[in-house]
């Protein structure tokens, strides 16, 4: 069946801290990615996507993501975290194109300490 | 950016009765929406494709004589939990996908509904 693994459940920074989460998803052909932010209170809000072209992703607020292709992998960064970046992230794959559903890995909470 | 509203945000109803959600998208045509649910710490979990003008498509495990999904317009989703029960409590998410994106949905901001 098609999964998306996210490998941390909660993580806790500092501000200035540099952020790796991970994103790992099974294989199933062509594949669109994406990551979600939820901010407490309030929506799930597109961060940035993949669809072809340069794996550098990237999107807004400073953050990025980079696909490889061989590790079935989409890790999203930031080099440097505020105490804004507080959120919930959700890394999601759409499998089979325009006609397909997201599937959404379970989330990661990021707690950024002032 | 594409804005989803959902209406109500919160509601508390007795057991037994049925809720409608509403889902508009208010700046593009959505043939396509989708209702998922989210329990607390948990991620999101597909309940059912709404397209304009067809049946509802439900994931599996969802009654969908339970969770009546009605997409009568391209702005316009709902979602009545009929006879609801307790167990029903969650919250609702809905979404819309972007015509012009492979994939891309945008997410309305979601309805906590509280079963007594």
């Known amino acids: 069946a098609q999964s998306v693994s996210q490998h941390n459940h909660h993580v806790i920074l500092s501000e200035a801290a540099s952020l790796e989460l991970g994103c790992n998803y099974s294989?199933?052909?062509?594949?669109?990615l994406f990551w979600y932010v939820q901010y407490p209170g309030q929506h799930l809000q597109l961060l940035l996507k993949?669809?072809?072209?340069?794996?550098l992703v990237k999107g807004i607020k400073g953050f990025e993501a980079e696909f490889i292709k061989s590790k079935f992998s989409f890790n999203l960064r930031k080099p440097s975290v505020q105490w804004s970046d507080t959120a919930e992230y959700f890394c999601?794959?759409?499998?089979?194109?325009?006609?397909?559903?997201?599937?959404f890995g379970k989330g990661t909470k990021l707690s950024v300490k002032p | 950016g594409a804005v989803v509203s959902q209406h109500p945000s919160w509601v508390i109803c007795k057991s037994g009765t049925s809720v409608k959600i509403e889902c508009r998208s208010l700046?593009?045509?959505?043939?396509?929406m989708f209702w998922y649910r989210q329990f607390p710490k948990q991620s999101l979990m597909l309940m059912a494709t709404?397209?304009?003008?067809?049946?509802?498509?439900?994931e599996q495990g969802v009654e969908k004589d339970k969770f009546l999904i009605n997409h009568a317009s391209l702005t316009l989703s709902t979602l009545t939990v009929t006879s609801a029960h307790p167990e029903d409590s969650s919250f609702y998410i809905c979404?819309?996908?972007?015509?012009?994106?492979?994939?891309?949905?945008?997410f309305g901001p979601g309805t906590r509904l509280t079963v007594l």
């Open positions: 999601a794959v759409n499998y089979g194109g325009s006609q397909g559903n997201l599937i």
């Open positions: 709404s397209n304009e003008g067809s049946k509802a498509t439900y």
């Open positions: 993949y669809f072809s072209g340069d794996p």
């Open positions: 979404s819309a996908r972007d015509p012009l994106g492979p994939g891309t949905q945008y």
């Open positions: 294989y199933g052909g062509t594949v669109n």
């Open positions: 700046d593009f045509q959505a043939t396509t």
